[in-house]
């Protein structure tokens, strides 16, 4: 996600400092950008000389020192105690009217204000995945947020050439507050063993148009951060609707976390996905 970000960034004509706790994960983005800029000039949608700008907008920066930006947008793991420790830190080493934006999915950005000095400068900008592909920027306000804060993030969605769309701080926002609990009853359904895993993907991709099946999808995120946002929405409402499928913990326990574990839902080990054998714990009533 943040090496989407840096890339829409500077395809706009920002000038992007890139960040990350090791220098393997700053080239493993840098690498992914390079990548997608490489598909595009294949494509005619740019120019070398266009790639070759975007890149040059792109200064990475492996330690910790004063950036002088304007937005410092992060894009950690969904971990409340690893984001709590990004702000402290962003706002300790970042200009005091910089605007301090959030690419989580489902965190209070509330919370996250309130351990700086400037929470009227704190928002959420979440992106989706891939974000050099996806048009949707959800903008969320905390209850401390300003309206200045909030228009300037908006503009800079635009800027990036997205739609942002408000959202109030509520646990999982507008988006994940929809589609997890959604996801969340596939994997139930799959347990329940109303159906299997392929039968599940069928009926939301034929029946209701989806382009990916929840398993499909949920791999794709990552059945961690399904599961570390399930559990946002539980103890933020405290409704036993929001309550996560043993299935899914016992998944994310095993280490099995969708695409880029090799394993989930489907196993992608050898190539062309195929739906993995039904989980030991669910009930097999169903048949594909």
């Given amino acids: 996600m943040g090496a989407g970000i840096a890339q829409v960034a500077a395809q706009a004509g920002d000038e992007v400092l890139l960040h990350d706790t090791e220098q393997r994960f700053i080239d493993r983005g840098l690498a992914t950008i390079e990548r997608n800029l490489a598909r595009s000039v294949e494509k005619g949608r740019m120019t070398e000389e266009q790639r070759g700008g975007v890149l040059a907008h792109i200064d990475a920066r492996p ?9 410092a947008i992060e894009a950690a793991t969904e971990n409340v105690g ?11 080493h970042t200009p005091p009217t910089a605007i301090l934006a ?11 204000g309130a351990v700086t000095s400037r929470p009227e400068l704190v928002i959420g900008m979440h992106y989706f995945n891939p974000v050099p592909v996806m048009k949707l920027v959800e903008v969320i306000r905390g209850l401390a947020t300003s309206d200045a804060t909030f228009e300037a993030v908006r503009a800079l969605a635009i800027r990036h050439g997205k739609t942002p769309v408000g959202a109030n701080d509520f646990p ?10 959604m996801l969340n009853e596939a994997v139930y359904t799959l347990y329940e063993g109303v159906g299997t895993i392929e039968s599940i993907d069928a009926v ?3 029946g209701m148009n989806h382009p990916m099946g929840p398993f499909e999808l949920a791999d794709f995120v990552g059945l961690d951060t399904l599961l570390a946002i399930m559990e946002v929405l539980y103890d933020g409402y405290g409704d036993p609707k929001y309550r996560p499928c043993p299935l899914l913990r016992n998944y994310v326990a095993a280490g099995w976390v969708g695409r880029k574990a090799g394993r989930g839902f489907y196993d992608y080990r050898d190539g062309a996905p195929k739906a993995a054998p039904a989980p030991n714990g669910a009930k097999q009533h169903a048949k594909a």
């Fill in 63 to 71: 330690k910790w020192e004063e950036f002088d930006v304007d937005v």
């Fill in 102 to 112: 959030s690419n989580t999915s489902s965190i209070s950005i509330t919370r996250l």
């Fill in 82 to 92: 690893i984001k709590l420790d990004l702000f402290r830190k962003m706002e300790e």
């Fill in 204 to 206: 939301m991709k034929l």
């Fill in 172 to 181: 999982g926002f507008i988006s994940n507050r929809i589609l997890c609990p």
